[in-house]
């Protein structure tokens, strides 16, 4: 099965993205097929049986216009300037046409030779002339209204289409019997109100254009993070090349300043790299000789040279990209229900709208009359801010959450995190560091703890025991150098001895006291290590104790804070662990976890979670996205953190890119305020139609309160706006 995003051109209305979606989704060959229409773009899961050339086929078999298939390099579009030009010069045109069509109720200075009483004639085939060139400007919508209807999927272009061509060739019969000498059709003309209706809906096309432009900017600047040229190491020196040259293999150079140009490993040297675009963490990290480091990443201070792993599409930041666009391209349920009350809505307006016209016809009203009204019901009814209402707010929330380090997958999920009731972690690697530290020192010796350290690591270096590494690591952080060790012998299931600077050094666990059968006079601080969780490294001296070390898995500094803020939004918080029960306990009363279930196999949670779900509730499972994934899949939204290894073949629904758990309520806030901004654009859009339509009909005249075609045009522009900027508020969410 195959994949691929096609932009296409040509997309006014939900039911045009509706209409193209349907209509994909019934061609042989074709698996799935979703239409988002603020990013204008169509995500097609097909089979072999097909080519994209058949699928660009299809898309303009349905109307529309393939503008090819998406390219990650591809910058968002800017407004053309001949469509600005063209909204100048029909601006003027219109003030023309209205100063014409209306200057004698207003009590204006009236133009003498196209009077409206003087001289009918000229006053009608002037309008006529100004009309047909917006019938011109307007004939991109005249095409699309006239291919949806035709191919069974009528949109607002369609309504629109109907309407001002209705008005305009009565607007014709007017003019030629004005000519033939009846100038009572003087007062029947509609020139200006087909015009002006058309002029409305360009405007607001060009105001949703730049809107949209505005929501597409977090994924633009995804797509504009890595460098366009690099340098790259030679025999000799080094060159100048661009992106496209890189070839996996390549030695590149990174000099303070630049960026990263493509993900890789570094071969020689380090620096400190700003990573906060792909992991929203906002202090530099330190990547050495061995580490990988990812394109994009700025260098802040450091010299080094990296070889080129992952170049083009197969990078992380392409990666995430895609990921981005699939899930705005997915499809919400909140979203699926306006599509389909869209989808039936253009067809019940062009049943009222006919309704209104022989409704006036029958009750003895004039034709000019029910003109007006057909007209103004079919322009007034857009569906325009309905279409906007849902994915405006998702692509706007998907990028947030990007920018943060939030990987949302779907659309889907972005709108259920909000219902999730249980939130269940679990311990290594998500609550914890997943690394052994030294969590205390208790120092009985002569040496200050810089040079206990420095003897107790220098004797691990020799070792493979996992505690070797917590003592390493800390010497490392604090630049403790390493001395030199000698006679070093491995005391099997006890510990290490060595001689180091001419002293006999002893570490090891509680065996290593029974071997050498020394007292332990310390036992209160035994105690108390224990207590907490931790396993004691013994060093020993002469004999004798001169400390005790705590060494253990370490609780993430936000995890506390996590927890407390998600128990006070009344999520009930549980730990699911690998680990023994009195561990669990320990590390769950310090982050006041009231549920603790342990000594638990993968296959077990995934169980647990499993068992969760069916008793109704809505569970969101946070592990570290390897041995969790049965868990991860189980659950109603999985988690992962600290899995951007390999973000594409991942398990869970979202990822969390760095190691920050107060994402998750960055997630939880901005999902909730996702929905509500939707039920926000869907009441205002749903209340203008129930306000605006019978005005439109004219129900409301007996109380002067009556609508014309024009300000219909105006009212739609003024709906679609309100939808809009309404949905950019969500800019500020976090």
Request: net charge neutral.
């Amino acid at each position: 099965m195959n994949k691929v995003i096609l932009n296409i051109g040509g997309m006014s209305c939900s039911a045009c993205s509706i209409g193209l979606e349907k209509y994909l989704n019934k061609q042989k060959g074709v698996q799935s097929a979703s239409v988002n229409l603020v990013l204008a773009q169509a995500v097609i899961l097909y089979d072999q049986s097909v080519t994209i050339d058949d699928l660009e086929k299809y898309v303009f078999d349905a109307g529309f216009e393939s503008l090819g298939v998406y390219d990650q390099k591809l910058k968002v579009e800017k407004i053309k300037r001949n469509d600005k030009m063209l909204l100048i010069i029909f601006g003027i045109l219109s003030v023309i046409m209205l100063y014409i069509s209306m200057m004698h109720m207003f009590h204006l200075p009236i133009i003498p030779f196209l009077s409206m009483e003087k001289y009918p004639v000229n006053y009608s085939v002037s309008l006529f002339i100004l009309a047909t060139f917006f019938m011109i400007y307007g004939m991109d919508i005249f095409k699309s209204g006239y291919k949806n209807l035709i191919h069974k999927t009528p949109n607002m272009d369609t309504l629109v289409s109907i309407g001002v061509l209705s008005s305009f060739l009565y607007s014709i019969f007017g003019m030629i019997m004005i000519i033939g000498g009846n100038v009572s059709y003087v007062h029947s003309l509609y020139f200006e109100s087909s015009a002006m209706v058309l002029f409305f809906i360009k405007l607001g096309r060009f105001i949703d254009s730049r809107s949209k432009e505005k929501t597409k900017l977090a994924i633009q600047e995804l797509v504009q993070i890595t460098p366009t040229i690099a340098l790259k190491k030679t025999s000799t020196s080094e060159k100048e090349v661009t992106i496209d040259e890189i070839e996996k293999g390549d030695i590149l150079i990174c000099k303070p300043g630049m960026k990263i140009a493509v993900d890789g490993i570094i071969v020689d040297g380090d620096a400190h790299l700003d990573e906060s675009f792909i992991t929203g963490e906002s202090m530099p990290i330190k990547r050495k000789k061995g580490d990988r480091v990812v394109a994009g990443s700025i260098n802040y201070d450091g010299y080094f040279e990296y070889e080129a792993l992952k170049i083009g599409k197969e990078s992380m930041i392409s990666e995430i990209v895609r990921l981005v666009l699939e899930a705005t391209n997915t499809k919400a349920p909140i979203s699926r229900l306006a599509d389909k009350v869209s989808s039936y809505f253009v067809p019940f307006i062009m049943i009222l709208s006919f309704f209104t016209f022989f409704g006036y016809l029958l009750l003895d009203y004039s034709f000019s009359f029910a003109l007006e009204h057909f007209v103004t019901v079919l322009v007034v009814a857009c569906p325009c801010a309905l279409g906007l209402a849902t994915p405006l707010a998702i692509v706007i929330s998907e990028g947030i959450c990007a920018k943060n380090g939030i990987l949302v997958k779907t659309s889907t999920t972005l709108e259920n995190v909000h219902k999730v009731d249980t939130v269940v972690f679990d311990k290594t690697g998500t609550l914890t560091y997943g690394n052994l530290k030294i969590s205390k020192i208790y120092n009985y010796s002569a040496y200050n703890d810089e040079k206990l350290i420095q003897l107790v690591a220098s004797l691990e270096a020799k070792s493979t025991h996992p505690i070797s590494k917590a003592f390493l690591d800390y010497s490392k952080e604090h630049h403790i150098p390493l001395v030199s060790v000698s006679q070093f012998c491995n005391i099997a299931g006890s510990g290490l001895q060595a001689n180091i600077e001419g002293k006999k050094i002893y570490i090891g666990n509680h065996k290593i006291i029974s071997r050498l059968k020394i007292k332990n006079i310390h036992g209160d601080d035994e105690i108390s290590l224990t207590e907490l969780g931790n396993s004691i490294v013994y060093v020993i001296e002469n004999r004798k104790v001169i400390a005790l070390i705590g060494v253990k898995d370490i609780i993430r500094e936000d995890a506390i804070s996590t927890i407390k803020t998600l128990k006070d939004m009344g999520k009930e918080v549980i730990m699911l662990t690998g680990d023994n029960q009195n561990t669990a306990n320990i590390i769950a009363k310090q982050l006041k976890i009231d549920t603790v279930i342990a000594d638990l196999l993968p296959k077990d949670k995934a169980k647990m979670i499993q068992k969760m779900v069916a008793s109704f509730k809505m569970v969101m499972m946070v592990g570290d996205g390897i041995n969790d994934a049965p868990s991860l899949v189980s659950s109603s939204i999985g988690v992962s953190v600290s899995s951007g290894t390999d973000i594409a073949n991942d398990s869970s629904d979202v990822i969390l890119m760095n190691d920050h758990l107060d994402n998750l309520i960055k997630l939880f806030i901005v999902s909730k305020k996702t929905i509500r901004n939707i039920k926000q654009n869907l009441f205002w859009a749903f209340f203008y139609n129930v306000c605006m339509i019978p005005i439109a009909m004219g129900l409301f005249s007996s109380f002067n309160i009556s609508m014309n075609p024009m300000l219909a045009g105006i009212a739609m522009t003024i709906s679609s706006l309100t939808v809009v900027l309404n949905a950019l508020r969500l800019k500020n969410v976090i």
